[in-house]
């Protein structure tokens, strides 16, 4: 009896040992899928925030005062979105996520923003010097953007026992360039309760 | 044959050499500076079992020593979700710990090495210049402490450095009043330790209480401090700012050592307590010198003093879990000398003494302490260098640091590590 029972045991010990080491298994999901893991901000949370945000945005007055009185889309740029959470949050997948809504809208226009307009300048320089004279792109002829679109992720965190509560806050604020008048304020909360386990 | 078996697994499961033994190649290889071959030797030990957590903590600390900050974060933050995942309760490790030893929990870190975890990832991320990635640190740095505080009741060792870095981080932002919480915390908690309270916090509370316009607490501030001139956050503001920290020396290590305590009815049981030794202390003091000005550096974090509280404060609990195993072992081997006569009792009974050892386990990656000074200057580029002194008053060592360029209205931040040729242990 004794023996039978050891013998079961180790044999489940070693399906359970070599179950321990199989490999990593990868399947493949829809991009728009939510999984939630840790709570923390996710893609889901980047893409809902940026295409509520853009197309409300899209929907407000300054955009048709401004397409009335100078008769062409509005060019803008996105400046730096300021991550004052408690979370590491990639901000550049989130800036991507806004820029591509908003250009893929076309109401607005869009130009490169300062580190990239570095690159091509270098690139023009360059043409300056190789490219044959009807393919060269000559320098002084970039369109200045008309507002620029800045902005901050906050949250609120709070924990008792088991239990958290994060809050974001995400405030965008589009701003004239030429006088720094604010046109547009756009906001967006997002509210998530955490329940832990006690035991692993 | 089943007694065997049971001494066997308790004699192959004490093999392993203590945590704290295993350490004194990377200790060797630090002290001769060469924290990127320290590196290489931790990486071979790689530990996804209970001692995962410290294998990641000196990892993470031997990257930032190497100068490889970005991969030294991404190591922080592997150990934070770690951290996080080991809060949960281990049934079965609960009983590995009170049938044979504390190492058979898996190492979660102390209270004061969770909180370092965030002083030294906000620190990486102020040498890459990311001062708003720091920022999120110092928040993170407020979420753990008070659920620290709330875990303990209240009477938790708190590191009163983390909050006054995380002071300094919302200066560099212009956030004063988030500065002026940090930085009243930190005076909290400098007093709450016993510690000297570094002579740049009390410049800070007064300069931004005053700004603030916090008169009554300004005014206490002056009476207890007696500083004869702070200078104003405007005047500050006009300036930059230099700021220098020294990781001194490692923390300290535990060692196992037996002592018997008397059980209920009497009878002595032998059991393996952890004890602390303190590393060398090889400055005394310090000097900061940029160009032609110089400053005294402060104590500002004390690892040492920090890693004897903390453990001081679980010794109770520990001393009782101790004496519930050595009870329970006892029972067992009585068990098997009434069952399988008094030798394979006897067995048991020298297997259960040599698994009977003291958790050695800490982060000693750490140093023993920080000494910091900050240095307000007018913009521009300037030569400097560290001054190390030791007790006798010598020069140790002249450390130069590369050209300073402090900017308007900014913060510097120069950061050394000073670990040298092992002398001797303390205990006290």
Request: glycine share 6%; charged share 25%.
């Amino acid at each position: 009896m004794i023996k039978n029972v050891m013998g079961l045991t180790l044999v489940g010990c070693l399906v359970f040992g070599l179950a321990a080491c199989s490999t990593t298994t990868v399947k493949r999901v829809d991009t728009d899928t939510v999984q939630d893991l840790s709570g923390n901000w996710n893609d889901t949370d980047s893409r809902l925030v940026s295409s509520r945000m853009v197309s409300d945005v899209l929907s407000k007055k300054w955009l048709t005062t401004y397409q009335v009185r100078h008769e062409k889309n509005p060019v803008v740029i996105v400046g730096e979105v300021r991550n004052l959470s408690h979370e590491h949050i990639n901000t550049r997948t989130f800036i991507a996520d806004l820029e591509r809504e908003l250009i893929n809208s076309g109401e607005v226009e869009f130009v490169a923003s300062s580190s990239e307009r570095n690159e091509v300048r270098d690139e023009r320089d360059d043409q300056e010097q190789n490219a044959s004279q009807s393919t060269r792109n000559i320098a002084g002829e970039e369109v200045g953007a008309d507002f620029m679109l800045k902005g901050q992720i906050n949250t609120i965190f709070d924990a008792a026992k088991d239990t958290q509560v994060k809050y974001y806050q995400i405030d965008l604020t589009l701003i004239n360039l030429k006088d720094n008048r604010k046109v547009w304020i756009g906001q967006k909360k997002i509210k998530k309760v955490l329940e832990t386990g006690m035991f692993r | 044959m089943r007694v065997l078996f049971v001494g066997l697994t308790l004699a192959v499961l004490s093999g392993c050499a203590s945590y704290s033994q295993s350490f004194q190649k990377v200790e060797l290889l630090l002290s001769q500076q060469k924290p990127q071959e320290a590196l290489l030797e931790v990486e071979k030990r790689a530990d996804s079992g209970k001692n995962q957590l410290l294998y990641l903590l000196d990892k993470a600390m031997l990257q930032r020593m190497s100068g490889l900050f970005v991969e030294s974060n991404a190591t922080f933050e592997q150990a934070k979700i770690l951290i996080e995942e080991l809060r949960a309760v281990s049934l079965v490790e609960q009983a590995g710990a009170l049938t044979i030893n504390d190492s058979m929990m898996s190492y979660e870190g102390e209270d004061y090495e969770q909180i370092a975890v965030h002083i030294y990832a906000a620190l990486n991320y102020i040498e890459l210049g990311l001062w708003d990635e720091a920022r999120v640190e110092a928040l993170q740095v407020d979420v753990l402490q008070k659920k620290i505080a709330e875990d303990n009741d209240g009477v938790s060792i708190e590191d009163a450095f983390s909050r006054y870095l995380t002071g300094l981080i919302y200066e560099q932002g212009s956030e004063w009043s988030d500065a002026m919480i940090a930085y009243r915390e930190a005076y909290r908690l400098y007093q709450k330790n016993k510690q000297v309270v570094p002579i740049f916090l009390k410049h800070d509370l007064l300069r931004l209480s005053r700004y603030l316009g916090l008169d009554h607490e300004y005014k206490q501030y002056q009476k207890s401090f007696e500083l004869k001139k702070t200078l104003s956050l405007r005047k500050l503001k006009r300036q930059g700012e230099v700021v220098v920290l020294l990781h001194h020396s490692l923390a300290p290590i535990k060692r196992a050592e037996n002592v018997f305590v008397m059980g209920e009815s009497g009878v002595q049981h032998r059991v393996s307590l952890p004890a602390y030794y303190s590393r060398p202390s090889y400055v005394s003091h310090a000097q900061l010198w940029v160009g032609k000005t110089s400053i005294d550096m402060v104590v500002a974090d004390d690892f040492d003093m920090l890693a004897r509280k903390s453990l001081e404060s679980h010794k109770g609990a520990m001393i009782a879990r101790l004496i519930t195993r050595a009870i329970l072992k006892k029972n067992i081997s009585n068990q098997v000398s009434d069952n399988n006569g008094s030798l394979a009792g006897f067995l048991v009974d020298v297997a259960s003494m040599a698994t009977e050892t003291a958790d050695t386990r800490s982060w000693l990656t750490l140093p023993k302490n920080i000494l910091f000074a900050r240095l307000p200057l007018q913009s521009g580029t300037y030569p400097a260098k560290l001054i190390l002194f030791g007790d006798q008053g010598q020069v140790l060592e002249t450390m130069p640091l590369a050209d300073v360029e402090v900017k308007r209205g900014k913060k510097t931040m120069l950061e050394r590590t000073y670990v040298r040729p092992y002398v001797s242990e303390k205990k006290e």
